[in-house]
């Protein structure tokens, strides 16, 4: 008979095939796991990589009961219920979004034991709603992802993660999974405190990725660099830039030059977009993305060949996960950096002018209530559009100083800002059979909408704008206008999904908002300057191990040099070491400068041809024709 630890351990291996079609665990999932089977507080610092989402999503299913997944990452959680539920995993998630009968719905499936994981905002550990109907549904666990954002040393400080800890004292007996990729040792120290972790096991792996070489050129021809470097590793990649633009950008340049397996992706992109390049992505084995930092959340890749930063990430937690989505299978990866000392002076400039001291922050907050005329105390249920253009006008400030506070409220969950394309809605205020108390012309155009949009009579629905009008016969820049009409006239509520919209979750407090809320903005902002002087210091020094500077800014110490960075490839890659790796490879067969590039990919393309002329003058090799080099014996 198998003893008790024994039928855990089979027990677990047989759901990972089951669901994920996986062999074995990664590195000290399983430990985790089978800490969380067996009721103990358990906190797993895992890299970028190392699957953390497994740790709570397969005892989620093993044990009975509803496993509770708090995290702040709406994009993510999606993507993650979209996933388990292409499993047969029931996922569901709760947010600001859904009306009422769609969280009675949820809260039911939960009480009947349907759904075996829930995911939850911090927020809603305040909503009294979820905590009547928490109370009936039976809970196996709660996993606390993105558990750095409890502590106030990082630039993701969430406010309502204290709640949890208070969330936890009504269910004593249930166990705690606090979840970070990224977590300094004083961070790791907090969260265990801040969360009321019981004598928690605590599982931590080494930020070394033993199969990435950083590689860090200061350079300012960057889009030849990066044609160079394809042409060199003809695998698949994400190119990571800072903006939107820049993504559309860098790709016309690449198509343009003979290489089409080239896409952009950002957040500008619709739904289906987004959904239509992940999977082409993922199927692939030589296409490159490039894009923003909105790819990489959730998605799993393991032949992932390099990561290219056109630019400098804001700090280096977040360089370090982007990195971390190169060479999951093992593989040799290459991660390089592209950056310069202007753009580096052009970063600093940015942050300092998109940061608003407090009385512009006091006159952005005051605009954006006053536009939608929400007074002091009230909650408006509507959700309105949002013109950001509206408020630059009114306040004379910047639209970066305006969509970082906008983005503040939205974590704050004092506002919903939804900053990127969707479905539009509609809402009717007519009933069919009131029809005729319209206009006729009004009149027409309701009962075309009623024709075509199945529901409206009853329900807010969603629907493309596009698809309507190519259906119907309209241009799409009248159409718009006419539902504008139509809402001015009482008639419906439309909001036009290509554009921002805004809901107010809470009620106006000026007292709050110009007061603890500026204090905890002020704070974020601080924090994000002094992480952004830390990753300089990253990008800049020219002594230490790329690799060895990561380890030590997660609080490992006494490691040792990678041996592969920029850093420690300039120590050991003198002309003479680069004269060696030329000669051995000319020693196999001639070859051309470009077939030597693609083998020796750690060196630039121009340090190999000044290395080949240097070759040719001492008389160490010749060229065969105009093209193609050999030894000389």
């Given amino acids: 008979m198998l003893s008790f630890t024994e039928s855990q351990d089979r027990l677990i291996h047989q759901t990972l095939k089951q669901f994920w079609g996986f062999d074995d665990f990664r590195s000290s999932q399983k430990n985790i796991i089978?800490?969380?089977?067996?009721?103990?507080?358990?906190?797993?610092?895992?890299?970028?990589?190392?699957?953390?989402?497994?740790?709570?999503?397969?005892?989620?299913i093993v044990l009975e009961g509803t496993c509770i997944v708090i995290s702040p990452l709406l994009a993510l959680m999606r993507d993650q219920?979209?996933?388990?539920?292409?499993?047969?995993?029931?996922?569901?998630?709760?947010?600001?979004?859904?009306?009422?009968?769609?969280?009675e719905s949820v809260y039911n499936r939960c009480k009947d034991g349907l759904i075996k994981i829930l995911y939850i905002s911090p927020e809603r550990l305040q909503n009294q709603l979820f905590l009547r109907n928490i109370q009936e549904i039976n809970i196996s666990f709660i996993a606390v992802d993105e558990a750095h954002c409890i502590s106030e040393w990082g630039s993701d400080f969430r406010p309502s993660y204290q709640n949890i800890k208070k969330f936890r004292q009504e269910f004593k007996n249930v166990p705690c999974l606090a979840l970070t990729a990224t977590a300094t040792n004083k961070v790791v120290e907090e969260i265990s405190i801040r969360?009321?972790?019981?004598?928690?096991?605590?599982?931590?792996?080494?930020?070394?990725?033993?199969?990435?070489?950083?590689?860090?050129?200061?350079?300012?021809?960057?889009?030849?660099?990066?044609?160079?470097?394809?042409?060199?590793?003809?695998?698949?990649?994400?190119?990571?830039t800072r903006t939107r633009r820049e993504a559309e950008e860098l790709t016309l340049f690449l198509k343009n030059n003979r290489f089409q397996n080239v896409d952009f992706f950002h957040a500008g992109l619709t739904p289906n977009e987004k959904e239509k390049l992940q999977k082409k992505w993922i199927a692939s084995q030589f296409h490159v993305l490039v894009s923003t930092n909105a790819f990489g959340m959730g998605i799993d890749k393991d032949n992932v060949g390099f990561v290219i930063h056109l630019s400098p990430s804001s700090t280096i937690e977040n360089y370090y996960q982007e990195i971390g989505r190169a060479g999951r299978n093992g593989n040799e990866a290459l991660v390089l950096m592209l950056w310069n000392e202007q753009e580096l002076t052009n970063i600093d400039n940015t942050f300092q002018?998109?940061?608003?001291?407090?009385?512009?922050?006091?006159?952005?907050?005051?605009?954006?209530?006053?536009?939608?005329?929400?007074?002091?105390?009230?909650?408006?249920?509507?959700?309105?559009?949002?013109?950001?253009?509206?408020?630059?006008?009114?306040?004379?400030?910047?639209?970066?100083?305006?969509?970082?506070i906008l983005t503040f409220l939205n974590n704050q969950e004092l506002i919903y800002y939804k900053n990127n394309i969707s479905a539009s809605t509609i809402q009717s205020f007519i009933q069919s059979d009131e029809l005729e108390q319209l206009a006729p012309s009004d009149a027409y155009f309701m009962e075309l909408l009623f024709r075509n949009l199945p529901g409206l009579a009853i329900q807010k629905v969603y629907f493309s704008d596009l698809a309507f009008c190519k259906k119907n016969g309209f241009d799409i820049s009248n159409f718009k206008e006419r539902l504008k009409q139509m809402q001015k006239s009482g008639h419906l509520e439309y909001l036009d999904g290509s554009q921002h919209s805004i809901k107010f979750l809470k009620p106006r407090n000026d007292r709050h908002l110009f007061g603890e809320y500026w204090i905890l903005f002020n704070n974020i902002q601080k924090n994000k300057l002094r992480k952004w002087e830390e990753n300089k210091f990253f990008i800049q020094d020219p002594d230490f191990c790329k690799m060895k500077l990561i380890l030590s800014y997660f609080g490992e110490r006494d490691v040792e040099n990678c041996g592969k960075c920029s850093i420690?490839?300039?120590?050991?890659?003198?002309?003479?070491?680069?004269?060696?790796?030329?000669?051995?490879?000319?020693s196999n067969r001639p070859m051309s400068l470009n077939e030597m590039a693609a083998n020796l990919n750690f060196y630039s393309k121009e340090s190999i041809s000044e290395t080949l002329i240097f070759l040719l003058d001492i008389g160490k090799v010749r060229m065969l024709n105009y093209k193609t080099y050999m030894l000389n014996q």
Avoid: M, W
């Fill in 353 to 404: 002018n998109q940061i608003p001291n407090k009385s512009e922050y006091q006159k952005i907050l005051t605009y954006l209530y006053s536009i939608f005329q929400v007074a002091d105390s009230d909650l408006p249920e509507r959700t309105f559009q949002l013109d950001i253009n509206r408020i630059k006008n009114l306040t004379k400030l910047s639209t970066a100083k305006i969509k970082n």
């Fill in 34 to 60: 089978l800490s969380v089977i067996n009721g103990k507080d358990t906190l797993a610092l895992l890299p970028t990589g190392g699957g953390k989402s497994l740790c709570y999503q397969l005892p989620a």
């Fill in 195 to 240: 969360l009321g972790l019981h004598d928690p096991q605590i599982y931590k792996q080494s930020f070394k990725r033993d199969n990435l070489n950083i590689i860090l050129e200061n350079t300012s021809n960057k889009y030849n660099r990066i044609l160079e470097f394809l042409r060199q590793n003809p695998v698949s990649g994400i190119i990571y």
């Fill in 568 to 586: 420690c490839r300039k120590r050991t890659n003198s002309k003479r070491n680069l004269s060696s790796d030329i000669a051995q490879q000319l």
């Fill in 81 to 103: 219920i979209d996933s388990l539920q292409g499993l047969g995993i029931e996922a569901e998630l709760l947010s600001s979004e859904l009306d009422e009968f769609e969280e």
